[in-house]
């Protein structure tokens, strides 16, 4: 089965720009997040959906992220305006109803100067 | 609230010798718990993971950890080190599994598996 197609690899902004991310989880997987991984980290919780709707937030920093999931399917992150602590590797992942297993996406880069 | 401790951020081993990553957790509720993989520039794979049952669990490229209810560990080996095993290893717990879908993941700090030749 295709993976969890993440885009683009790479991105550098400047601060108080703004970015999106895109995510295309494996197809019919209902459950799809988004972690942050700072370099040198391990991954952290950005936001969880169920289908398109949000099951966990609680630690996406609401004033400058935001994230949709349209239709259940695909997903996009956004962060408006970039600081420089959002520098990291953004990881989407998904998973299968009655699945215990999390696939994820080789992840965007994200660089702010 | 559910979190993840792996002892030692670097962890150095001959080729061919044991390799043992450290991981201890705290969960309110029995754990799902999980050993990840990740090379230079890539995403994480899964190494193995335990839910219920069996609690020695076997994984990919000759791993195994074994859980440990009473220690609260979840310590990854495995029996002889390749050169190709060096990369960052992450523990991971889920303290739920809701109807819909797994919940998300706590990771560790992850540690940097070094292979000397």
């Known amino acids: 089965e295709a993976g969890v197609a993440q885009s683009p690899r790479y991105k550098i902004i400047e601060k108080r720009q703004s970015v999106a991310f895109w995510c295309n989880p494996i197809s019919g997987h209902a459950t799809l997040y988004w972690y942050q991984q700072i370099l040198g980290q391990g991954p952290k919780l950005l936001i969880q959906f169920q289908n398109n709707g949000v099951v966990d937030d609680s630690q996406l920093p609401k004033d400058r992220f935001s994230a949709e999931r349209l239709k259940g399917v695909d997903s996009t992150l956004k962060i408006q305006p970039a600081k420089l602590e959002d520098s990291a590797v953004y990881l989407c992942?998904?998973?299968?109803?009655?699945?215990?297993?999390?696939?994820f996406g080789s992840g965007t880069r994200l660089t702010v100067v | 609230a559910q979190s993840v401790t792996q002892l030692g951020s670097h962890v150095s081993v001959s080729e061919g010798a044991l390799v043992l990553l450290r991981c201890n957790y705290s969960?309110?509720?029995?754990?799902?718990l999980f050993w990840y993989v990740q090379y230079p520039n890539q995403g994480l794979q899964l190494l193995l993971k335990y839910t219920t049952g069996a609690t020695l669990v076997k994984g990919i490229n000759g791993f195994e950890a074994e859980f440990k209810k009473s220690e609260t560990s979840f310590h990854l080996t495995k029996p002889s080190a390749h050169m190709s095993d060096a990369a960052e290893y992450f523990c991971?717990?889920?303290?739920?599994?809701?109807?819909?879908?797994?919940?998300?993941?706590?990771f560790g700090k992850g540690t940097h598996l070094i292979i000397q030749p």
């Open positions: 991971a717990v889920s303290d739920s599994f809701s109807g819909g879908g797994a919940d998300g993941l706590t």
């Open positions: 992942a998904s998973s299968s109803r009655g699945g215990y297993g999390y696939t």
């Open positions: 969960s309110s509720v029995p754990p799902y």
